[in-house]
């Protein structure tokens, strides 16, 4: 008792810092005046870090947890600010993201209203102007680039927060575009591309080429196999390579996500791009796999790379289908294109947020539509626009969308429950 008595009375004394004791007052004022009392250059020590024996713990980080948010407020502007003296500038915001590297997950998880404040102070402007101009500094390498020199995650916290006015700060919105400018633009559009292409020889491959003219040609046919051996040798495998590198990567990562009994990669469930490609990549497969040229091969009496045959009678309906799939599919991944322009950026974002209230009143309007065409059909009214519930239901649809005829209005008027109702 007396070993754990000394102890604790020695963490007690030693953990117990002014900063400390003024931090579980969450008054600013007092935070303030234990921090004045740290020499300049150790400041963002005093803020940081404290070390009890072989345990250290972190000021800021305790303000943050316990909720003490004015304390926090004030620890970082004053980490954040610049000082100097004869010798040196003094800026903590090498110290802050050095000894917490996630304090951007950390503050969007736990205290997303102190965001705007740690980016206000990552950045400088000069008090004079030239020529109607001033000068401003962005201090963003740690938003970009961790210890490690990768790609910080930081962008990817921010967009997980989900919250606009703080994705638009005039020091993300620099990030971005330096980011977009220098690094992801050209593989971007190299990627892009490259979809675009597949989707074009694919386009040839299932309906342009087949409606060039009435009749087949044998050049037509050798067009027809060319394109489909590069969409399934190429871009087929091309999608299969990137998918399955994306699972091995996720199985060694550990971000897998239950799904009923099998786990799943997180991205399959949150990342839509994802979803397509994985629907894509399905349906190439499929489509390879039901190849009706492949089926006719052995079949003497057709031409050769002809898709017409008995044998193929089972699976061209099919094939049919599955490539009307992934022709969706493929023009559904172009609109990543509109990332290129931000008004059109602005108009799909904007579509994404109606879309589902647009699906709801869609969703209303035809449990109106259903309900009133039964009870319609119910009634002894003789209208051959009402005589069953289908025939019902396409009458009332075309009345909601202001396409019924003028004539039929007039046949109405001979009905009066169905006018009624």
Known sequence: ????????????????????????????????????????????????????????????????????????????????????????????????????????????????????????????????????????????????????????????????????????????????????????????????????????????????????????????????????????????????????????KACKDGDLVTVGRFPVPRRYLEDWDEILNLLLTACLAILFWTEPTLYCVPAEEVPAFSGECNASNGVRGFYAIVSALAMLCYFSLLIDFTALSTRLSAFVLLTGRVLPEVLLTIGACAYFVITFCTSITATSENNPDFANIPTAGLSLFQILIKMYSGSHYEKLQKSPMTMAE
């Open 1 to 248: 008792l007396g070993l754990i008595s000394r102890m604790l009375s020695r963490t007690i004394n030693e953990g117990s810092t002014i900063v400390m004791k003024a931090i579980n007052t969450d008054s600013a004022k007092q935070v303030k005046k234990a921090i004045c009392c740290a020499p300049r250059g150790k400041r963002a020590v005093w803020m940081l870090n404290i070390t009890v024996g072989t345990q250290s713990i972190s000021p800021l980080l305790w303000s943050i947890s316990s909720g003490s948010l004015e304390a926090a407020t004030l620890m970082i502007k004053d980490l954040l600010t610049i000082r100097a003296d004869r010798d040196r500038y003094y800026y903590g915001l090498d110290e802050l993201f050095n000894r917490h590297p996630d304090i951007v997950q950390v503050l969007a998880t736990d205290a997303p209203a102190l965001l705007p404040t740690m980016l206000d102070n990552m950045l400088w402007r000069s008090r004079t102007a030239v020529a109607g101009l001033r000068r401003v500094n962005y201090y963003i390498k740690h938003l970009i680039v961790d210890s490690d020199e990768n790609f910080a995650d930081a962008m990817t916290w921010i967009y997980k927060l989900q919250d606009p006015a703080i994705a638009t700060h005039d020091v993300l919105v620099q990030v971005s575009d330096l980011v977009w400018n220098k690094i992801t633009y050209r593989s971007f559009l190299s990627s892009k591309i490259w979809l675009l292409f597949t989707l074009v020889v694919f386009l040839f491959s299932q309906a342009v080429i087949k409606n060039l003219r009435e009749g087949e040609t044998d050049g037509d046919r050798w067009a027809t196999f060319a394109c489909r051996s590069f969409v399934y040798m190429c871009g087929m495998a091309e999608l299969m390579y990137s998918r399955t590198k994306y699972l091995c």
